[in-house]
């Protein structure tokens, strides 16, 4: 590692004062600096500041420096979320990792992650090899000519199904950015991964309230059954009523550069009835738009059946 600066500002004011790399439970940040992928050369430990609280009064609200852990053990928590945290990684992650930093992790594309590789996402218009290379782990949609690499988090894609906002910090006041908007695809610049502004801070995540979401889930299939991230997966919300769907909420996640809302598929969804073969014909626009690789074509079509399998998830024993 190089050589940087390190201080704990106690206040949130102190830390938006000075420049520098937020670091809170650091499972991404001092991975990335050890193999030189970021070189901070100030680096502010932001623990201290008073970003924490779960409140399931009236919806969702999490702050930034929560432990993914405790947010997954807490009563009133969505399942779709609690389960999304549960099924991210290791327990001693878990009890490490903060929220905000879980939604700021970056891709673990390996070509990101090795520096002695081309990678548009580390060095604008070097290149992107995963394209030709060793593709299969990266997405199919949401891709542009100049990356294909997956978003990482699981926490994301079931915050997104739910419409949560993140409330941000800085120096110059506050603002709300929805979730879904807060990511960007990559396009031409795929080196801006969000909206997050310099000097800005997740103070707050906000998942508005719903009512239904108590029956939620998130599915996840991946290569070995722990601490490994998604081939794909799915956050499901329905709202059930005499065997019919009144309302959905689908996002997915594995295959897509963000994580990756599913409107045709909920709008599909809604007034059918509850059966498997409703949501075969609803998961069938899943995959809409895809572009797969030479070595991930296998997520289209394995897309369409986890969306199936988390909607099947929820509704048995009620169809």
């Given at each position: 590692m190089r050589p940087f600066d390190l201080t704990e500002p106690a206040t949130v004011e102190a830390a938006l004062a000075e420049p520098g790399t937020f670091l809170a439970g650091g499972t991404t940040l001092v991975d990335l600096m050890k193999l030189n992928v970021l070189t901070p050369q100030h680096v502010l430990d932001i623990n201290a500041l008073p970003l924490r609280g779960i409140d399931t009064g009236d919806g969702l609200r999490i702050g930034a420096l929560e432990r993914m852990g405790d947010v997954a053990e807490h009563p009133g928590v969505y399942p779709a979320i609690s389960?999304?945290?549960?099924?991210s990684a290791s327990q001693q992650l878990r009890n490490m990792a903060s929220i905000g930093g879980n939604l700021l992790q970056r891709t673990r594309c390996t070509y990101f992650r090795d520096v002695a590789t081309p990678c548009n996402k580390r060095e604008p218009g070097s290149g992107c090899p995963a394209i030709s290379g060793a593709n299969r782990m990266h997405?199919?949609?949401?891709t542009s000519d100049a990356c294909v690499a997956t978003h990482a988090s699981d926490l994301a894609?079931?915050?997104?199904?739910?419409?949560?906002?993140?409330?941000?910090v800085s120096a110059t006041g506050e603002r709300t950015v929805k979730l879904a908007d807060f990511y960007r695809q990559p396009g031409g610049t795929p080196d801006?991964?969000?909206?997050?502004?310099?000097?800005?801070l997740i103070?707050?995540?906000v998942v508005p309230r719903l009512d239904w979401a108590s029956r939620s889930t998130y599915v996840k299939v991946r290569d070995r059954q722990s601490y490994e991230f998604a081939l794909c997966s799915a956050a499901v919300a329905l709202d059930v009523r005499d065997s019919r769907i009144a309302g959905a909420r689908v996002a997915?996640?594995?295959?897509?550069?963000?994580?990756w809302r599913?409107?045709?598929v909920?709008?599909?969804?809604?007034?059918?009835p509850a059966t498997e073969e409703s949501f075969e014909a609803a998961a069938s626009a899943a995959a809409d738009g895809a572009r797969p690789l030479s070595a991930n074509g296998f997520k289209v079509p394995l897309l369409k059946r986890t969306v199936v399998r988390a909607l099947l998830e929820l509704t048995e024993g009620s169809r």
């Open positions: 389960r999304a945290l549960l099924l997405a199919v949609l949401g894609v079931a915050l997104v199904a739910l419409d949560a906002e993140v409330r941000l801006v991964e969000n909206d997050l502004r310099d000097g800005e103070s707050e995540v997915v996640g594995g295959v897509a550069t963000v994580p599913l409107p045709a909920e709008e599909a969804l809604r007034g059918a």
